[in-house]
């Protein structure tokens, strides 16, 4: 959609009004002689959110802690274009935490003050040093279906003819949009970064039959299954509990050929006056105890970063975890952002006409 200048001004402003600042519930008990902190983090599952990161961390470390919850590329849009917000650390899913590094947001960040970075595996030191963030989750891409309606083993199987007009994949403009588009390229057998995304985008034209929505919201597809509008989707593991629990008989695969993850990752901004409480928190985020905590069903259900944490098979279903995550390619996502704005445009001419 083309805006006016004038609407796209309202639409920014609309963003940044829709994230709103909280504080947690054991803060006003907190001592202040560990400062203040002010989080910025994702809008889901905000109970849990507070119960088991926000408020240990707030009565751990005597930090009064704030909160704003939302939608990551809404807070990073409201970071963007006022800096002088407040927010001392934010987490942001791994295309918006490189985006916001690119536009300078964040501060330097000096890993020997985190001491459970050494925890962290060498390919997510790597990329915390590429990005100036620090990874604290990851997720990936599977695929959720009915199996009795259809039996799915395989990426290459959501381009059978006996899947027309039966399956639903994530929009371009969603955390994994971009790894469709990497699975599609794997398909057609270019990789995205050999020719710009050009044998992908013909393998999502061929694809185009069997969508019925390109979705922005894995809640949309809980009606879908539901209604019997699909029969499969290609989902984040974070979606599955939500959509098995309102659709028990849903299954869920990650095919063994792999698949591409996204870290949600956690940066301390520019400028913030509370650094050495931004520290405390990020080294918490990482540390084994509240790592197992957030794994938990009950919890976040967030796949663990930390190499010490041990997960049961139960914790581990679902999940970016043992052989899931040694079969998990990265995406790159300097690459990505660069290519997005194209990306979307050729996306919408082929998928959403």
Known sequence: ???????????????????????????????????????????????????????????????????????????????????????????????????????????????????????????????????????????????????????????????????????????????????????????????????????????MKELKPNVVKTYTQSSDLSNMFKSGEIEAAVVGDYAVGMLQATNPNLKYIVPKSGTYANYDNVSILKNSKNSAAAYKYINFRLSEKIQKKVAGLKSLNNAPVNTQVKLTPAEAANKTYGSVAKRAKTINFFFVNSHMSNWISRWNKIMNK
Not at 6 to 22: T, W
Not at 52 to 73: I, Y
Not at 148 to 168: C, E, H, T
Request: glycine residues 6%; aromatic residues 8%.
């Open 1 to 203: 959609m083309n805006f006016k200048k004038v609407g796209l001004l309202a639409a920014i402003f609309l963003l940044v009004g829709s994230v709103a600042f909280g504080t947690t519930a054991c803060s006003s008990q907190s001592s202040s002689n560990g400062g203040n902190l002010t989080v910025s983090t994702f809008g889901l599952s905000t109970k849990q959110m507070r119960n088991d990161v926000l408020n240990p961390f707030a009565k751990q470390s005597s930090v009064k802690v704030k909160t704003q919850f939302g939608d990551s590329a809404t807070r990073l849009t409201q970071i963007e274009h006022n800096p002088n917000t407040g927010v001392d650390v934010i987490e942001l899913a791994q295309n918006n935490a490189v985006t916001g590094d690119k536009k300078k947001l964040f501060k330097k960040l000096d890993f020997s003050k985190i001491s459970n970075f050494k925890y962290l595996s060498k390919s997510e030191q790597k990329l915390a040093k590429e990005t100036n963030t620090v990874p604290y989750t990851v997720n990936s891409l599977g695929i959720i279906y009915n199996p009795k309606k259809v039996n799915i083993n395989s990426w290459k199987d959501l381009w059978s003819s006996k899947l027309k007009n039966k399956i639903a994949v994530p929009d371009m403009t969603t955390t994994f949009g971009p790894a469709m588009l990497y699975i599609a390229g794997d398909y057609a057998g270019t990789s995205v970064t050999k020719d710009n995304g050009n044998a992908a985008f013909k393998a």
